[in-house]
């Protein structure tokens, strides 16, 4: 995926920015250390944070926000992209140890639904562990992304065709970030024509992004029983970019205080404006890495 923004105008990076090593609070304009940054980060009980899926230097920079959060006695329940919601129960084995990792990769399909190695997620997964920590999934199924694809609403559930019918298509600003993508359309069927290809490629955007802003929302109110409970939702950085995806949806449907932590690969030239509230720097892996990752 590429860096993209709602709003066509930008601000070149502010000459401290170009300075960070760590972390940038584009509201305030300066540069944080993770302390700083997780002061700031205190005050919100549901906490988006973006991923570039190639980039283990990138987790192992969340996970230490993460064991940052839990000295200061914050109890973490993480929401993760690759797994949905019936994955809960294998989740939770892994989580407690009560699974191994061979036998807990194949029975949740990691290679199928992940493709990337798991090694470079699992200090995330580990810091969360360590912390008694929770794991939940919140993506729809692959299965359940098909035929909303497809609109095969005669083989849908009664619950995925009220989801599918009740989807919003018409935020502009959301549709303008994902118009430089969908321009050309990868992705099209036999007989399939540009438009329709584009329209059916931003519904299964739009649902993915729905699905896990309302999953999201469930969880809110399920784990967020004390000031010290905090949801952080763990996603792809586009399905957070500029405030317009899961973050956007979750603000429909909850009041709970929430923020945005985004990546960003070093070295940092400008920042869109309104790209997150905070972003984090890191130093790409290696050359295979991508400079514009998921």
Same mark, same amino acid.
């Given at each position: 995926?590429?860096?993209?923004?709602?709003?066509?105008? #930008?601000?070149?990076?502010?000459?401290?920015? %170009?300075?960070?090593?760590?972390?940038?609070?584009?509201?305030?304009?300066?540069?944080?250390?993770?302390?700083?940054?997780?002061?700031?980060?205190? *005050?919100?009980?549901?906490?988006?944070?973006?991923?570039?899926?190639?980039? %283990?230097?990138?987790?192992?920079?969340?996970?230490?926000?993460? #064991?940052?959060?839990?000295?200061?006695?914050?109890?973490?329940?993480?929401?993760?992209?690759?797994?949905?919601?019936?994955?809960?129960?294998?989740?939770?084995?892994?989580?407690?140890?009560?699974?191994?990792?061979?036998?807990?990769?194949?029975?949740?399909?990691?290679?199928?639904?992940?493709?990337?190695?798991?090694?470079?997620?699992?200090?995330?997964?580990?810091?969360?562990?360590?912390?008694?920590?929770?794991?939940?999934?919140?993506?729809?199924?692959? %299965? !359940?992304?098909?035929?909303?694809?497809?609109?095969?609403?005669?083989?849908?559930?009664? !619950?995925?065709?009220?989801?599918?019918?009740?989807?919003?298509?018409?935020?502009?600003?959301?549709?303008?970030?994902?118009?430089?993508?969908?321009?050309?359309?990868?992705?099209?069927?036999?007989?399939?024509?540009?438009?329709?290809? #584009?329209?059916?490629?931003?519904?299964?955007?739009?649902?993915?992004?729905?699905?896990?802003?309302?999953?999201?929302? #469930?969880?809110?109110?399920?784990?967020?029983?004390?000031?010290?409970?905090?949801?952080?939702?763990?996603?792809?950085?586009?399905?957070?970019?500029?405030?317009?995806?899961?973050?956007?949806?979750?603000?429909?449907?909850?009041?709970?205080?929430?923020?945005?932590?985004? *990546?960003? *690969?070093?070295?940092?030239?400008?920042?869109?404006?309104?790209?997150?509230?905070?972003?984090?720097?890191?130093?790409?892996?290696?050359?295979?890495?991508?400079?514009?990752? %998921?």
């Amino acid at each position: 995926m590429i860096f993209l923004s709602g709003c066509e105008k #930008k601000i070149q990076a502010p000459q401290h920015q %170009k300075a960070c090593s760590e972390f940038y609070d584009l509201k305030a304009e300066q540069c944080d250390t993770l302390e700083t940054l997780v002061t700031k980060l205190e *005050p919100y009980s549901v906490i988006f944070i973006g991923d570039h899926h190639d980039s %283990k230097n990138l987790h192992v920079r969340i996970a230490a926000i993460i #064991k940052s959060l839990q000295k200061r006695g914050y109890s973490i329940a993480l929401a993760n992209e690759w797994f949905t919601p019936d994955d809960n129960a294998l989740l939770d084995r892994y989580n407690l140890k009560t699974i191994h990792q061979a036998p807990f990769l194949e029975a949740i399909r990691w290679k199928k639904k992940a493709g990337y190695p798991f090694e470079s997620f699992s200090p995330i997964y580990e810091a969360v562990q360590e912390g008694k920590g929770t794991l939940y999934g919140i993506n729809l199924s692959t %299965k !359940e992304r098909k035929l909303i694809s497809d609109q095969n609403l005669s083989a849908m559930t009664p !619950e995925l065709l009220d989801f599918h019918n009740n989807l919003d298509l018409n935020t502009s600003s959301h549709r303008q970030l994902l118009k430089p993508f969908f321009d050309y359309c990868h992705r099209k069927k036999a007989g399939e024509d540009a438009l329709t290809c #584009k329209e059916r490629m931003y519904r299964v955007q739009v649902a993915w992004d729905s699905k896990m802003a309302q999953e999201s929302v #469930k969880l809110s109110k399920k784990v967020l029983k004390t000031p010290q409970d905090k949801l952080i939702v763990f996603a792809g950085a586009f399905h957070l970019s500029s405030h317009l995806g899961i973050n956007m949806r979750f603000s429909r449907q909850s009041d709970a205080l929430h923020v945005t932590l985004l *990546p960003y *690969p070093k070295p940092q030239e400008s920042i869109d404006l309104g790209y997150s509230d905070f972003v984090l720097f890191y130093e790409v892996d290696d050359k295979n890495d991508s400079k514009n990752p %998921k």
